[in-house]
């Protein structure tokens, strides 16, 4: 821990040299009681080296201050740590068990609210999500079904509307932009439950599940980027899509690399296509509109479903953007993803965070004990 600590100083200390004087200090990301995370930016200083705890420490954090200070469930930030952080349990150690009791007395108020009110603004995406997060916790810590997490599956279908998907705020991209990408993570949580999907004998609760189904099947993607998580979520629910169409969305996936070997969230939406298009006239107006940058939510999210889509690991181009990842990680820990939405706080470097470390995990490219990869 003493190097870790030593690296993070040091990696901080090229920020402040790096900052011209009039620059404004930008706002931390996460900050409550002790925690204090700079915050993201484009020239934030990257590492020579590639350290996984300063990483996890990272993760952590951010976790730990949403849990504290906003006191919700959230996509981007601890909804990603619990959807995501168990699966790298058997090679990084098990998660914060407080943040899982968070998510169940969280589960405890939800459950307390009017089924109507549970509709409104974000709150579907937070019933799915933490859905999402108890079931991974099952399958990769405790192996099991809990009731909690039964308990959750039965909320989030309580309030599935008539289509087959959930109501959606449509205006926060990429995680509260459209119903379909609720419907995917949906999908994602009742596939990790263990054993409940198999087990399921309840007549009315079977017919949701098949809506969701259908619905997956049936609707059109609203842009490639959804079109990517309908293959996350057929490569962890077998017989949800054809063979002939899980090839096809392999194939686009592909035809989005970059030359620098990794992905660009930016490419995989036209920006009138996020949402309901109220951030098209921002989008439209960055400087590198026509040729963006790789980025490390898009680049690790689309190895991790290449991966589990059953692209060996050896394949060159994955190996391609696993190099990306290894050379483009920031001295916070993070790797950085420009925020669709606002230049205010870039949550996404969260997920753009996560999302690289367990493809790493995935193409057992993780350190070994010491915590850092050599280049």
Known sequence: MASHRFICAAALSLIAISRPMWA???????????????????????????????????????????????????????????????????????????????????????????????????????????????????????????????????????????????????????????????????????????????????????????????????????????????????????????????SDLIDMLWKHQREDGGWSIRTFAAPEAWGKGNRAERLKSEVELANPPSDGHQTGLAIIVLRESGVPASDPRLQKGIGWIKSNQRASGRWWTKSLNTDSWHFITYSGTAFPILALSHCDALPDATGIVKE
């Not at 009681?33 to 590639?50: N, Y």
């Not at 952590?60 to 909804?79: I, Y």
């Not at 108890?134 to 809990?146: F, G, M, P, V």
């Open 24 to 246: 404004a200090e930008p706002k931390p990301q996460y900050e409550f009681g002790s925690i204090k995370v700079p915050g993201a930016s484009a020239d934030e200083a990257k590492l020579e080296q590639i350290s996984i705890p300063l990483a996890l420490e990272y993760l952590e954090h951010g976790a730990q201050v949403w849990n504290s200070q906003r006191k919700c469930v959230t996509c981007h930030t601890n909804g990603i740590y619990m959807t995501i952080r168990p699966a790298l349990s058997d090679k990084l150690g098990k998660p914060t068990e407080s943040i899982r009791e968070f998510f169940v007395e969280t589960l405890q108020q939800l459950e307390a609210m009017e089924p109507d009110k549970l509709k409104q603004s974000t709150r579907p995406a937070q019933v799915i999500y933490l859905a999402a997060s108890l079931a991974e916790w099952d399958q990769h810590i405790t192996k099991q079904l809990s009731p909690e997490t039964d308990r959750a599956l039965q909320l989030m279908f309580s309030i599935q509307d008539q289509t087959g998907t959930w109501g959606t705020l449509d205006c926060w991209p990429p995680y509260e932009s459209d119903a379909f990408h609720e419907a995917t993570v949906a999908a994602m949580a009742i596939a990790a439950a263990p054993g409940w999907l198999v087990n399921i004998n309840d007549e009315a609760l079977n017919s949701k599940v098949a809506l969701l189904k259908s619905y997956l099947q049936t609707q059109t993607p609203p842009h490639d980027y959804g079109r990517v998580l309908l293959l996350w979520s057929a490569a962890r629910m077998p017989g949800l899509l054809e063979a002939s169409r899980k």
